[in-house]
């Protein structure tokens, strides 16, 4: 057993424990769904993807679409 879940049921943490299994297994399950959909896609098909982020609201709107387009070609890829 790993130090961080021996840790956890020492405590009596377990629900913590619990939501925190649940959790990170739903976003990598929706992680591989997104990418499974995007690499389903025909060659070409034009795809938009909306995610509004504070950290970047300040750039041009080529410069986000660039970040946009490597984040998405590196999901794909891997």
């Known amino acids: 057993m ?5 840790t956890v049921i020492e405590r009596g943490d377990l629900a913590h424990l619990a939501l925190f299994l649940w959790a990170t297994g739903a976003t990598g399950l929706l992680v591989w769904t997104l990418k499974e959909l995007v690499a389903a896609l025909p060659p070409g098909v034009p795809l938009a993807i909306e995610a509004p982020c504070r950290a970047t609201a300040e750039l041009p709107a080529l410069e986000r679409a660039k970040r946009a387009y490597r984040a998405l070609t590196a999901l794909v890829e891997d």
């Open 2 to 6: 790993d130090e961080l879940t021996k």
